[in-house]
């Protein structure tokens, strides 16, 4: 079976079963993600040394999700905006991916591990920064 076909939840009822992908947990966390104030974006890892940005279209991309026939644990990795307290950002983050996750697909999330790889600097204030 392909990865992209794989299965990670079959719940079964009178009329059939449903089954949820590993991709659509991960597209829910990363849009739960985003959906925060002070997350610049998800990130794709380390690359020359600078965490790399992705887009709004590959929000699954900065996210790891193991899902089990009832639960899921999920690895977000993430860059925070300047100036936004990390600590907060980074709960908020575990509060609303842990609820969104649950809300739409059943399963009890068990940990959301937060990875922050970067700071997010507005257009023109990281060259400003660079000068000091």
């Known amino acids: 079976m392909d990865k992209k076909e794989r299965v990670d939840r079959i719940e079964h ?5 449903i089954r949820i992908a590993d991709e ?12 925060i104030p002070g ?13 790399e940005m992705l887009g709004k279209k590959n929000l699954s991309k900065g996210v790891k999700v193991e899902v089990g026939e009832k639960e899921a644990a999920v690895d977000l990795y993430i860059i925070v905006e300047y ?5 907060d950002v980074a709960l908020r983050v575990q509060e609303n991916v842990k609820k969104g ?3 739409m697909t ?17 257009e023109g204030r990281e060259e400003e920064l660079r000068v000091r």
């Open 13 to 17: 009822s009178d009329v059939g079963s």
């Open 24 to 35: 659509v947990v991960g597209i829910i966390a990363g849009m739960a993600a985003m959906e």
């Open 39 to 51: 997350v610049a974006g998800m990130s794709g890892g380390l690359v020359g040394g600078f965490a």
């Open 83 to 87: 100036g936004i307290r990390i600590p």
């Open 101 to 103: 996750i649950e809300s």
């Open 106 to 122: 059943g399963l009890d999330v068990v940990e959301v591990n937060v990875h922050v790889q970067g700071v997010g600097f507005p």
